[in-house]
């Protein structure tokens, strides 16, 4: 028998974008079992819930995380608009779902180029965020942010996108859907960069199912899992496939991501045509009282929302379970009889957001 | 197998095309018009209800009526927008530019002189200058 020996991984390390820690135990190259620990970037925002009125709190969970900031702050609306029995008005759930489409396509275009970087493809690692900054700029322009859009309230959103700038913004993705088709197609087709992805980090559909991974890492394996089919905001007027994949590898996630990228642009082309006119956001009166579990799909996976009130306007508990935080038992499961040099490339394939994790 | 080959082509559009960049400083980032860089106050229209001292989630914002002060720590300020969509007189608003570093944490002051004093009251503004870009 091999030797075995324990080599840490984090929480610091070039390709991890967030701190987190894996014990990596080894015999020879393999890797025969990995101890994760996190808890490096926890900040307690659930329990902010005791200082910061259920308005507040909007603003505190769009910080959960910097990615997918909008798609937190609409889940947490969702949930609150859901116990107070709101009725958002439709033009706010087009807008939402615009917003949430956006963001998953410029999460999808940062993972591509995390990955990228991983395996040491420096000038597509820029060009894919090359292409991500227009997303971003998209969003400063729609939103006022980069980062964070502070634009979601209950009841509704507290910006809209005239006409003009949503026929801008198909345009400018129309525009980005050929420059996307270049750069994603090397991400399929190059034998580098295949041969870094293909049959790496197989996860098979049992153990999917039995690990419970969320998102693309689900989709990849089989499973037809989206929580957008549930039709929150305006998805159940729109048309679109569950994107997924039998090959279970590093590769075919990939090809999930990307197939989701061109759905993205084609959900906003479809939501830019149906928007119907009207108001922003409905008038919320009182506090809210009950409790309700909200589901959403991050590009990373799915989401919960746990808000339980109290008829005050200080809720008594939030919880949020992030995809991530799903995700990471598969991914030891992946890790495991992985190669070493494998372990960056199979640690960013479940798209690892700590900060969601920890919270 | 073309699939070896498959970034030349991109790689050579790439060596003959502008830069993606844009060459700061000389030429200036352009921020769009619902850019949140910073809270800006009239301070001659506000009637210091302290709705947005309230509102503010970071608590950032103090109040004070009887001084006629309102004052912000743009340190503190997450550049939300909750006290502008909070302020009753519409007299808070938020507008491109960053807050500029400072070497201390000081908060802005602005006070409302006496009414009938001055025809056009100038606004005391303490610390370092938030421009708009």
């Not at chain 1, 015999?27 to 819930?49: F, M």
């Not at chain 1, 947490?76 to 759930?93: F, H, L, Q, S, W």
Request: aromatic share 8%; charged share 25%; with cysteine.
């Amino acid at each position: 028998m091999a030797k075995r020996s324990v080599v840490p991984f984090g929480p610091q390390h070039p390709v991890l974008p967030e701190p987190i820690h894996l014990d990596l135990v080894l015999e020879d190259e393999v890797v025969v079992e990995a101890v994760p620990s996190i808890g490096y970037v926890h900040r307690g925002l659930e329990t902010l819930v005791k200082k910061k009125d259920y308005n507040e709190m909007v603003y505190v969970t769009e910080r959960i995380c910097g990615i997918c900031s909008f798609m937190h702050g609409m889940g947490y609306c969702n949930a609150v608009e859901n116990i107070m029995n709101v009725e958002v008005p439709d033009r706010a759930k087009y807008l939402r779902t615009i917003w949430c489409e956006m963001s998953r396509l410029h999460s999808h275009l940062l993972w591509l180029g995390l990955l990228a970087d991983a395996f040491g493809f420096e000038a597509l690692f820029m060009h894919s965020w090359r292409l991500r900054e227009k997303i971003l700029d998209m969003f400063e322009i729609s939103t006022g942010g980069r980062v964070i859009f502070s634009v979601n309230k209950i009841g509704g959103v507290l910006k809209d996108m005239p006409a003009d700038m949503l026929k801008n913004f198909v345009q400018i993705l129309d525009g980005m859907e050929k420059e996307l088709r270049e750069t994603t197609n090397i991400f399929l087709n190059d034998y580098t960069v295949k041969s870094r992805m293909v049959g790496v980090g197989i996860l098979s559909p049992e153990d999917a199912l039995k690990r419970g991974a969320v998102g693309p890492m689900m989709r990849a394996s089989g499973y037809a899992i989206d929580m957008r089919k549930t039709g929150y905001a305006a998805y159940g007027d729109l048309d679109f496939e569950i994107i997924t994949s039998n090959d279970c590898d590093c590769y075919a996630r990939c090809q999930v991501r990307i197939g989701e990228i061109f759905q993205s642009i084609d959900i906003i082309r479809q939501a830019a045509a149906k928007i119907p006119d009207g108001e922003i956001a409905a008038a919320v009166k009182g506090n809210p009282d009950g409790e309700f579990f909200m589901r959403v799909e991050q590009p990373r996976g799915e989401a919960f929302y746990y808000v339980r009130a109290n008829g005050t306007k200080f809720l008594d508990r939030m919880r949020v379970r992030t995809p991530t935080f799903a995700n990471l038992p598969a991914m030891l499961q992946t890790l495991k009889g992985a190669q070493y040099a494998d372990v960056p490339i199979l640690i960013l394939t479940i798209d690892p957001c700590i900060s969601c994790t920890e919270r | 197998m073309s699939s070896i080959m498959s970034f030349t082509g991109m790689a050579l559009k790439n060596l003959f095309s502008k830069p993606a960049t844009i060459q700061y400083p000389e030429q200036p980032k352009v921020y769009p018009e619902r850019t949140r860089g910073h809270v800006e106050i009239n301070i001659d229209d506000c009637i210091f209800c302290g709705m947005c001292m309230r509102n503010c989630p970071p608590r950032a914002i103090k109040v004070d009526r009887a001084s006629g002060t309102w004052e912000i720590m743009r340190f503190d300020c997450v550049q939300c927008g909750y006290c502008v969509n909070g302020c009753p007189k519409k007299c808070l608003s938020i507008v491109p530019g960053y807050t500029e570093p400072q070497m201390k944490k000081e908060a802005d002051r602005f006070v409302k002189p006496p009414a009938p004093k001055a025809e056009k009251p100038a606004e005391q503004k303490q610390a370092g200058g938030q421009k708009n870009a």
